[in-house]
């Protein structure tokens, strides 16, 4: 079997390695090893930094100011881990019939409410999930 990828230069030392073809994909393969890596960050601003919304098990709300959910982290799982003893895992999307194959499938609320009803779910795929919250507007998008 012959391995594919190629030899790269790292960004932060300079040093050529040799990057698989499957790192390459992943993340582009720019760094020799994790020390070059985390050292490429040192100065740099985090992605969160500025964000609005909290994930605090003790605060008073869970997650970006725009969604309908106000109880905490600790209710939110809660929450979902009620659902899924319920229903169990959803294995197919009922919008466009994806099954569970490399594909998420959740438990997505359609009233927005968060009720403690079983037929307030639907299975979604994280694609379908997204464009369900996207369209109700939950996520202030």
Same mark, same amino acid.
């Given at each position: ?7 790269k230069k790292c960004l ?8 698989? &073809? ?7 393969? *720019?760094?020799?090893?994790y020390k070059c890596y985390?050292?490429? %960050? !040192? @100065? =740099? ?34 929450? &979902? ?7 169990? *895992? ?9 099954? %569970? !194959? @490399? =594909? ?38």
């Open positions: 079997m012959k391995k594919t990828g190629r030899i932060m030392c300079g040093k050529e390695f040799y990057a698989p &073809h499957w790192l390459e994909i992943q993340n582009g393969a *720019k760094y020799c090893s985390w050292e490429s %960050k !040192i @100065g =740099k601003k985090p992605w969160n930094k500025g964000l609005k919304g909290t994930q605090d098990a003790n605060s008073g709300s869970f997650g970006h100011s725009e969604t309908k959910w106000k109880g905490t982290l600790k209710e939110y799982k809660k929450l &979902h881990h009620w659902v899924g003893s319920y229903l169990g *895992k959803p294995e197919v999307c009922s919008n466009c019939g994806q099954v %569970k !194959i @490399g =594909k998420d499938i959740h438990w997505a609320n359609k009233s927005g409410k968060y009720k403690k009803d079983i037929n307030d779910w639907i299975r979604l795929c994280a694609k379908c999930h997204y464009k369900f919250d996207k369209a109700d507007k939950r996520r202030g998008i």
